[in-house]
């Protein structure tokens, strides 16, 4: 069976670029986030492999990027290098993939984002923290 690639929607911030893998029931679940691309793969409910590799639009820092897995979808918090620096697109290709959307619902203006930005990304720690504490598995990367 030939792979296919996962819907992906994504949203850029002053600190972080935003990805969202939209696969129900995710299994085998591989992220590695490095400092000029992401490699994904998982298999949906159906068992079907997916597999997206995305070179970005300018460096991140990798060390400070980390995901989390809901029952609908894997989510990326990718550290820009260049803060405030707005991408006008997430690859450096002009071409965008079929597979690949701008979430429009989660896009906004940065004017004042940081500080609900910097609390979200706490909140995301905090919840991981517990979990992991709880030995649900999850691990923080600092």
Known sequence: MERQHA???WYDRPKYVHMEFCVEDSTDVHVLIEDERI????????????????????????????????????T????????????P??????????????DFDNWRDWEGDEEVELAQVEHYAELLNKSWRRGCGYLLFY
């Open 7 to 9: 819907r992906t929607l």
């Open 39 to 74: 490699v994904f793969s998982c298999r949906n409910g159906d068992g079907v492999e997916l597999y997206n590799e995305i070179e970005f639009y300018a460096k991140v820092n990798s060390k400070d990027s980390q995901d989390k897995r809901s029952g609908r979808s894997i």
């Open 76 to 87: 990326c918090f990718v550290r820009k290098w260049k803060e405030k620096v707005a991408w």
């Open 89 to 102: 697109r997430l690859t450096k290709e002009d071409i965008k993939p079929v597979w690949l959307s701008v």
